[in-house]
């Protein structure tokens, strides 16, 4: 059997044009960075990334997890410049119909890029690649500016609330029964939970982190606006403030009023240029923490950080989306 999923695999990886199509070397190169990026993913990604090699079995959350957020670094320097590029204009278009706050306005650049992704498949990938889906692209735009930015009316939610479900049930006896137990033993968590939208809830009390001179009691964890923030886990301690600082959480202190111990980047600049200037986006290619660390107020957050590796540098992306 194993042999068989590999000979499928592939398969898979071999097909589309000639002029296009990846080498396995560099399939492999791309999945190496995958799969080294597995530790940074924050925890609101329920699947991690996987191997090329498994792309045949990748759920829609894992190619918008590749889409919006990792692709943009694990294909850099192994695709054709054109082919790189050509992805950037969806990812791009994509990211800027997601932002909750501005996809509205950017409505217009978005569709323009989306227009010209389109337009080069054919050049690029041949005529099979102008399928319908492809073609729908284009009118992704008119869609968002009814409704709102590309989450507000995505079916990813129902689809991960039927995984939700079937977990409640632990026996085939009376199974209506017990989801209306466990759901209404779950509105009164959720309640509490919702709550840290706009009060944060603090979990794991410790003792030994700095404290920058504030006197309270020690946190490892905050729930807030909808996502977790872990001062000891490197992939859940990132975040933007207003300001525009992207600050690593170090310690977490409640004194009445919840205060944050960080270290901020000191090197910021732009990931990428082409079809934008990536800081348009609030990506940036950051490096090199400051030693002294500074006190911030949660309200200060502006939004949960994603940090990716690359080089000698460290990739940031700001979390389009709590719930993924």
Not at 138 to 144: E, P, Q, R, T
Not at 295 to 321: A, E, G, N, Q, T
Request: aromatic share 10%; net charge positive; hydrophobic share 40%.
């Amino acid at each position: 059997m194993p042999r068989c999923h590999e000979k499928a695999s592939d398969a898979t990886l071999a097909c589309g044009e000639h002029s296009t199509r990846i080498s396995m070397h560099q399939a492999s190169l791309i999945s190496n960075r995958l799969v080294e990026l597995r530790p940074h993913i924050c925890s609101e990604f329920q699947r991690k990334p996987r191997a090329l090699s498994d792309i045949a079995r990748w759920k829609a959350v894992e190619f918008r997890l590749f889409l919006c957020y990792v692709g943009p670094v694990v294909l850099r320097d192994i695709l054709l410049s054109k082919l790189y590029h050509h992805f950037m204009l969806l990812h791009v278009s994509v990211v800027m119909l997601l932002d909750p706050v501005h996809a509205i306005e950017r409505c217009e650049d978005a569709s323009k890029l989306l227009r010209k992704f389109v337009s080069q498949m054919c050049k690029l990938y041949g005529r099979d690649s102008i399928v319908y889906s492809i073609h729908s692209l284009i009118h992704v735009c008119d869609d968002v500016k009814h409704f709102g930015a590309l989450d507000s009316y995505s079916a990813f939610c129902f689809e991960n609330y039927l995984g939700q479900l079937k977990r409640l049930i632990r026996s085939g006896r009376a199974p209506l029964a017990q989801l209306c137990r466990r759901l209404a033993e779950q509105s009164v968590v959720e309640e509490t939970m919702n709550r840290s939208d706009s009060c944060p809830l603090l979990y794991g009390i410790h003792s030994h982190g700095p404290t920058c001179g504030i006197v309270g009691v020690q946190y490892n964890k905050m729930q807030y606006m909808g996502c977790v923030f872990c001062r000891n886990n490197v992939a859940d301690c990132y975040a933007l403030l207003k300001c525009g600082s992207i600050m690593k959480i170090v310690n977490i202190i409640d004194n009445e009023n919840v205060f944050l111990i960080g270290q901020a980047f000191e090197e910021k600049t732009s990931f990428y240029r082409y079809p934008c200037d990536s800081q348009l986006l609030d990506v940036f290619k950051v490096n090199r923490l400051c030693k002294k660390a500074v006190v911030f107020h949660h309200s200060d957050i502006v939004r949960k950080c994603m940090v990716l590796p690359w080089k000698k540098f460290f990739i940031c992306y700001p979390l389009l989306h709590a719930q993924q």
